[in-house]
């Protein structure tokens, strides 16, 4: 299957910091990758989708300041929580998929474990 | 507004066993309902799918059973191994654009016990 690679997987960083994570298709093109964060036993919220040379669509509730996504290429979004505080600790994941139609299959990234001191 | 509910939250399995995990949805217009399994600290990965013009899709051990008037579907694992234990979720998807957006389950943990 197509695959999606996210780094880093695991980042510590002290309260006030700047995170990026990057979100890289590698054997295909994603004019639209997903952005999720993911609490402690519980559901893949999505956060944003980010859209290739344009601005990403973000949930409600979600804040666009505070979570920045650049798509700048069609094999790349980045994620960049800035100012990060200790309750933006959590696991967060980009998805894309490689094809449209009927038979859409989503492909993950490893995830991007976040801990904010 | 939750438009897939799934159940149980979590489950456990003797080795050998079935592993039966249930969802239903609402939104009649959701074409395609795939499964994803989750490993701690990995991301989703597809495992089955299935189309609501189909009432079954069997892969290996793994099965999903339609009920497109129910609007109801469930993932069968067959001679579950201590190896399935992970967090399964369930989705639906509408749209056949690449950004139109998966609405997932709230997960089952399973565990399958050696």
């Known amino acids: 299957g197509a695959v999606v690679s996210q780094h880093p997987s695991r980042v510590i960083c002290k309260s006030g910091t700047s995170v990026k994570i990057e979100c890289r298709s590698l054997?295909?093109?994603?004019?639209?990758m997903f952005w999720y964060r993911q609490f402690p036993k519980q559901s893949l919220m999505l956060m944003a989708t980010s859209n290739e040379g344009s601005k990403a669509t973000y949930e409600q509730g979600v804040e666009k300041d505070k979570f920045l996504i650049n798509h700048a290429s069609l094999t790349l979004s980045t994620l960049t929580v800035t100012s990060a505080h200790p309750e933006d600790s959590s696991f967060y994941i980009c998805?894309?998929?490689?094809?449209?139609?009927?038979?859409?299959?989503?492909?993950f990234g490893s995830g991007t474990q976040l801990s904010v001191l | 507004q939750q438009q897939v509910k799934q159940s149980p939250q979590s489950l456990i399995v003797q080795k050998g066993g079935i592993s039966i995990i249930n969802c239903a949805y609402e939104n009649t217009a959701f074409d395609y309902f795939p499964w994803y399994q989750q490993f701690p600290g990995k991301g989703p990965a597809l495992l089955i799918a299935i189309r609501p013009d189909v009432s079954e899709k069997k892969e290996g051990r793994f099965t999903i059973s339609f009920n497109k008037s129910a609007k109801q579907f469930s993932l069968h694992i067959m001679d579950s191994q201590p190896g399935d234990s992970a967090t399964y979720f369930c989705a639906a998807h509408q749209g056949m654009n690449r950004d139109d957006k998966i609405i997932f389950g709230k997960g089952t943990r399973l565990h399958i016990l050696p």
């Open positions: 998805s894309a998929s490689p094809m449209t139609g009927r038979n859409k299959k989503l492909f």
């Open positions: 054997d295909f093109q994603a004019t639209t």
